[in-house]
């Protein structure tokens, strides 16, 4: 589909239009996407906490209540929940990663869509300094 891009707030009606938001808002720095998927059932929808000062994400499955840990992180303590100016609380989720010139992820975005109203947004951006840095990929 395509994106509507209505001001305040951008609008995509499936969960691939992360992929195209997420290559949008980097301006195409964006050389990996990463959807999200349940391991334990296959869905692709969550509720989303996110910290920002560690730069990691956790979701938990809606359909089986499975909890994840995205992008190494170390679990639920510091997280805020991501929340939609709807005041939704379910998202599908996809990461975005930018390479570096030596071939490493240098950079993540985390863009979430609003399962209630369709708005696109991106809830956490991170430098990514630890090596390896394929293995991330992963951990969405």
Request: hydrophobic content about 45%; overall charge negative; aromatic content about 10%.
């Amino acid at each position: 589909m395509v994106i509507e891009r209505r001001s305040p707030w951008w609008r995509g009606s499936v969960s691939s239009d992360l992929a195209e938001f997420l290559v949008a808002f980097s301006y195409g720095q964006v050389s990996e996407i990463v959807p999200a998927r349940c391991n334990g059932c296959g869905d692709s929808v969550f509720v989303v906490g996110i910290d920002d000062e560690h730069g990691y994400a956790v979701r938990r499955c809606a359909g089986c209540d499975s909890p994840w840990v995205m992008l190494g992180g170390s679990g639920w303590a510091a997280i805020e929940r991501a929340v939609c100016p709807c005041g939704g609380e379910l998202f599908e989720v996809a990461a975005g990663f930018a390479e570096r010139v030596d071939g490493e992820l240098g950079w993540v975005y985390l863009a979430l869509r609003c399962t209630t109203d369709d708005v696109l947004g991106l809830y956490g951006d991170w430098r990514i300094a630890a090596r390896p840095t394929r293995k991330l990929l992963d951990l969405v």
